[in-house]
């Protein structure tokens, strides 16, 4: 009762907005139903390995010609939204505006797109930043994410499953060939965890999947630990169309 009357005396000082345009809204951490309707969900029909989407339904349990051609390191990719409209407005609010309050929302999002692979998971790691990054950043996105969809879904958060140890060049700007090179050899699992990574179910989560360098490292860090399976986990997925 103290809890309801303590959430309702704030709503009235400070009446919840939409996380996406700032209007009234009846929840907090909510969009308003404009917002929602510019939110390009990645739903089925999707390729069951990258979880992006298909333009027309070829049937259950269809593979893209890019997962063919490519497999990825990683043993399937799902995301909430392609990158563009407010999903991007929400990335770079929670990365570059401190706005970690939209973690926990976009948490909630993440774990109903994880295609039940968080609830199968045994544990949630987040996709590092090196030492120094995080000194001048002051918090870790992906961390603040793999922290809420942890808590959320009750699954096991292990940060320290997965180290930055190269300190690299930031990957916006650059194209897929130098992304790969840039973050080669960046992540490794300390001697000390590897015992209770052999043979478990990872989510690995990170805000955006642009060109999947960033991950497919990180996944290969993983992997060489004795991983037995990485699902990543991305709020936003950046892609030009539909297959």
Partial sequence: MVGEFGTAAVNLVFPPVCCGCGRLTGDAHAVCPSCWAG??????????????????????????PQAIANPPVFDRLRSVSLHEGIARDLVHGLKYRDRTDLASMMAEW?????DGTVAAADMIVPVPLHAFRLWRRKFNQSAELARCVSE???????PEALRRIRRTRRQVG???????????????????VRPGIAGKRIVLVDDVYTTGATVSAAT??????G?????VLTFAMAMSEPI
């Fill in 174 to 192: 650059l194209g897929a060939p130098a992304r790969e090179e840039n973050v080669r050899g960046a992540f490794a699992v300390p001697e000390s």
């Fill in 220 to 225: 290969r860090a993983l992997k060489r630990a």
């Fill in 227 to 231: 991983a037995g399976d990485v699902t």
């Fill in 110 to 114: 993440m774990i109903r797109a994880s």
């Fill in 39 to 64: 939110l390009h969900l990645v739903e089925r029909p999707y390729c069951e390995i990258l979880g992006s989407p298909f333009a027309v339904d070829p049937g259950p349990g269809a593979v893209s």
């Fill in 152 to 158: 959320r879904a009750g699954k096991p958060y292990r």
